[in-house]
Nanobody, 120 residues
């Protein structure tokens, strides 16, 4: 059974930082690209960032470029999202996902999400 478990969400003031982590089990982690998506209240889920299987290539939404950094540790089956200079509009539930490719929108597995709230 595949499990993706996010952690690290919480309440932070605008301009602050948070690091999200996702622990994966039940899949051959090193063969999957991994990604982060988010869904704000009343909005559709959107792509945030992705990383290829080896960590050599990354992709970011325009809203995340220059502020967020994705990384992975294949030895620990984890993927992380360092979020800096947070803005109130970053408030959302953040989901970890296992992808077919780091440039692919096809998600094979989803986590249950972790809530990030950025106060102004």
């Amino acid at each position: 059974q595949v499990q993706l478990v996010e952690s690290g969400g919480g309440l932070v003031q605008a301009g602050g930082s948070l690091k999200l982590s996702c622990a994966a089990s039940g899949l051959t982690f090193s063969t999957y690209a991994m990604g982060w998506f988010r869904q704000a209240p009343g909005k559709e889920r959107e792509f945030v960032s992705s990383i290829n299987w080896s960590g050599s290539y990354t992709n970011y939404a325009n809203s995340a470029k220059g502020r967020f950094t994705i990384s992975r540790d294949n030895a620990k089956n984890t993927v992380s999202l360092q979020m800096d200079s947070l803005k109130p509009e970053d408030t959302a539930v953040y989901y970890c996902a296992a992808l077919r490719g780091y440039l692919s929108s096809r998600v094979d597995y989803w986590g249950k999400g972790t809530l990030v709230t950025v106060s102004s």
